[in-house]
Every structure is written in C-alpha cells, then in structure tokens.
C-alpha cells in the first residue's frame, strides 16, 4: 500500500479514537476517503446490531432524492451485493463491479436507480467489529467504464473496522438518561409509506431521532421498520429496531400491519421509549465485550451467582471470575451491583 493510502488509513483510525459524535465522525471519515480515492456521492449509515435495520443516515445527493427507493430495494433482498449479505461475507467489503463481474445490468439498484441518475459503480461496507454490525458505507462513482479499483476495496476493508469501533463508541457518548415517563406514540403509514397520519405523542418523540441527512420527511428508522415489515414473512415476528434518543434515552420503533376494512392498507410505526432490559444487547456489545464476556454479563444481570454461571456456561468459577473481571474494566465499574446500575438503572 502506498504512503497516502498509509496516511488516508492512520488518519481515519485517529478519527474514529478521538471519541467524535455521530455527524463529526461522518464528515471526518468521508472527508480522509475522499482525499484517497474519487467519491461521487455516499451514503453512510448506523444500524441496530441486533436487527441490522437502518437506525439513522446521510445521504448525499444525488442518492438522497431517491432514498425511499434505495431502501426498497435494500429491504427486498433480492439484489446482489446488500448490506446484509456483506455482514455475513467474508471481508464485509466489495464493489459492484465485482459482485456482478462487472456485469453491472445484472443488478436491479443499478438498472433502476443508479444509472438513471448518472452512477455507476458502488464500493459498499458493512462495518462490523467484535462480531457486531454498527453500520453501513456506501461509495458510488459517476457512470463510466472506470469503477473502484481492487486498492479501492483493500483500503476500505482495512479501515472498515475502524469506522465500526466508531460508530461503536458514538452509541455510549450520550450520558444514560433517567426512565421516561412520555407515552408511546404512533406513526401511520400507507403502502407506499406515505405519511398517513401521527399521534401527538408521536409528535413529542419523533424530534428526539436525530442524526438523519436522507431528505426523507420522517426518520430513516421509521421508514427501516415499516419497509421490513413489508418484505418480511407474515409469521415473523414484527420488525423492529433501537435508536439513540437525543436525550440520552434509547427509543423502541416496531411495525404491524394494521387490518383493512377498505382495499387500502395501513402500516403502524409504534415509537415509545426503551425499556432498560431491551437496550441490554446493545450496550453490551458497545462496550467491546467478546462473546464469552457477553454470555457472563448477562447471567450476572439476572441475578446468577457465580458458581450457576459455571454450571450454565460449563467453564470454572476462575474462569467465571476472570471474564466478569473484564467485563467490570469494559464498562467502567468495580462491582455487580454497579454493573447493573449501569446498564439497568441509568447510572
């Protein structure tokens, strides 16, 4: 790899230690990668780690116009080269070009959507680190025989985890918000997801979603659920997704697909505040923990003492001790109790 592409790939790691919120660190990163390759537009998102759903975006234009459209064919599953498939690749990065064999026709978003804008080929990430998806890169050149070369795809896959220790660490900047008492509210859409109508209390929680540059009139999490809710077999269970509030507080936003009376169909987005125990997956995973710690701090925080933890995850009681002491050095406290205060209680 060549000095700049060093300079480009040690600058992004600093960008993304230096502990910078959310928007920072997007215009920090795309700033560094654009100073090493052609960039004609991007798209970068954050992601439930759980659900892999779309939890916020910036979307440069021309992109943003056709972000609805871009999140159909996202969800569809059916295109080649989606972020999905790319959580589960080995590498997590590649270019259009070589998803099709620079066969580009054979991709749906580049027949439909790219090229009738002027886009060419697209050099796509997703950004996992410790096992967990934090987040989703996109890169697209204009229209043109001349795509992403394969030191394109290599510098991308080496900063790739960078970025995701990132977007990991922005997921614990705020300070832990005390419970909310707002009520959940209720975001009605039609098939099209077009606005149908809002519940004021809705209205109060929906300015908390920040973080979105899609051009969409709701946030991308809204729209993340309900079009899951749509490509996903009926006997699933509804779509859902976890979102950062402004406040501190986390957000719970899940989609079902309410009974028609007429032909016209409805999609209700259910937005209410998180309970502690369903920001568990998360916070543990923001805190770096591996698997094995994983697995410990959750029977800790359901009141397991130390030998049925043993017993449970057939390792010994040094062992037990030797992975909730790491977890204790991760999450920043000395005991279980503030363990749970931590992750539970919101101190």
């Avoid at 709701?218 to 976890?242: E, G, H, I, K, N």
């Avoid at 899940?254 to 007429?262: F, N, W, Y």
């Avoid at 130390?306 to 001790?321: A, G, K, M, P």
Wanted: glycine share 6%; aromatic share 4%; proline share 5%.
């Amino acid at each position: 790899m060549d000095s700049r592409r060093e300079r480009t790939e040690r600058a992004v790691l600093r960008a993304c230690q230096d502990g910078l919120e959310l928007a920072d660190l997007r215009r920090r990163v795309l700033a560094t990668l654009r100073s090493a390759m052609t960039v004609d537009a991007a798209f970068f998102a954050t992601a439930d780690p759980e659900t892999l759903l779309f939890t916020s975006a910036d979307s440069e234009e021309p992109l943003a116009a056709l972000a609805s459209s871009f999140l159909d064919n996202e969800l569809g599953g059916a295109d080649v080269n989606t972020f999905t498939s790319l959580v589960r690749a080995r590498g997590h990065v590649s270019s259009l070009d070589a998803a099709t064999r620079r066969e580009r026709m054979a991709s749906e978003r580049y027949r439909d959507l790219m090229r009738p804008i002027g886009l060419g080929d697209e050099l796509r990430a997703a950004l996992v680190v410790g096992g967990a998806c934090w987040g989703y890169l996109c890169l697209h050149r204009e229209d043109g025989e001349r795509g992403f070369t394969a030191a394109d795809v290599d510098l991308v896959r080496r900063v790739a985890p960078h970025i995701a220790h990132g977007l990991r660490q922005a997921a614990l900047l705020h300070p832990p918000a005390p419970p909310s008492s707002r009520r959940p509210g209720v975001v009605l859409l039609d098939d099209r997801m077009e606005l149908v109508a809002t519940t004021p209390e809705a209205d109060e929680l929906l300015p908390l979603i920040g973080h979105d540059a899609t051009g969409l009139p709701l946030p991308l999490s809204v729209y993340s659920v309900a079009a899951a809710l749509t490509s996903a077999d009926p006997t699933d269970r509804p779509p859902s997704v976890r979102v950062r509030a402004a406040d501190g507080g986390w957000l719970n936003l899940h989609a079902s697909r309410l009974r028609a009376s007429t032909e016209h169909s409805r999609i209700a987005v259910v937005v209410e505040p998180a309970e502690p125990h369903s920001t568990l997956g998360i916070l543990l995973a923001a805190y770096g923990l591996t698997a094995r710690e994983l697995d410990v701090a959750r029977l800790v925080l359901r009141g397991a003492a130390t030998r049925s933890i043993s017993e449970t995850l057939h390792i010994s009681q040094n062992t037990v001790q030797d992975h909730l002491k790491s977890v204790f050095d991760k999450v920043g406290v000395r005991t279980r109790r503030d363990l749970v205060g931590r992750l539970l209680a919101g101190s």
